[in-house]
């Protein structure tokens, strides 16, 4: 069973849509919840989220943890082609600091 | 600038081969990590290495062995005993519990 599960799994847009990805994740060893951005090859990092409610914003990108119902949401408003990637989201385990990674949503916005 | 490199970018190897993927950062991180991915699959960890010396087996170590003589390289050898080695091979590397990790551009290996 997984244990970070991302949805949709695939998502084509329009440019200028908004989108919501979505991730819940287990509570074992919780450390953080990470999103990254993936296009073709190295991840690079978006957001890290600890704490509850404390909403993250990068530009058109948010990200918010909600730790009670063990989920994480990242969206990304006003939509440009050059968004289209893999987005990861990620569980950090405390002690070993591993990262248990979800599928990854494939985002494609279309012109 | 600081960073990680994987070397080579691109690697083929023949049914029955030892490979050995290289890792290498000048972060002076002290962890680091391998993962695979697959498509559809996401990131699966093979080993991680959170001091010199010394290392773990993650979720999916069949097949694959690694080293961590300094702290700056992190080599990973895929074995001929791993049965479907190819896929996109990445290593990263963090310097604790307060930050991301610094991934490498990745590997892909094929096997011929």
């Known amino acids: 069973e997984d244990k970070v599960v991302q949805s949709p799994l695939s998502l084509v847009v329009h440019e200028g849509d908004t989108v919501t990805l979505n991730c819940s994740y287990e509570?074992?060893?919780?450390?953080?919840l990470l999103w990254y951005k993936q296009e073709k090859k190295a991840p690079t990092f978006l957001f890290m989220l600890?704490?509850?409610?404390i909403e993250k914003k990068s530009g058109r990108l948010s990200s918010i943890l909600d730790k009670k119902e063990l989920f994480s949401i990242l969206n990304i408003t006003a939509t440009q082609t050059g968004d289209s990637a893999v987005y990861l989201c990620?569980?950090?385990?405390?002690?070993?600091?591993?990262?248990?990674f979800g599928k990854g949503t494939k985002l494609t916005v279309n012109p | 600038d600081g960073g990680i490199t994987q070397s080579p970018k691109y690697l083929f190897r023949k049914e029955g081969q030892n490979v050995t993927l290289s890792c290498e950062q000048n972060?002076?991180?002290?962890?680091m990590y391998w993962y695979r991915q697959d498509p559809g699959q996401g990131l699966r960890l093979i080993y991680y290495?959170?001091?010199?010396?010394?290392?773990q087996k993650g979720d999916i170590a069949e097949g694959y062995s690694v080293s961590r003589e300094k702290k700056e390289s992190f080599p990973l050898t895929v074995t001929s005993a791993q049965k479907n080695p190819t896929a996109f091979y990445l290593c990263?590397?963090?310097?604790?519990?307060?930050?991301?990790?610094?991934f490498g551009s990745g590997t892909r290996l094929t096997v011929v």
């Open positions: 990620a569980q950090a385990q405390g002690g070993s600091e591993k990262l248990v």
């Open positions: 509570v074992t060893n919780f450390r953080s």
């Open positions: 600890t704490s509850s409610g």
């Open positions: 972060l002076n991180h002290d962890a």
């Open positions: 290495s959170q001091i010199v010396n010394d290392f």
């Open positions: 990263a590397s963090h310097r604790g519990q307060l930050y991301g990790y610094t």
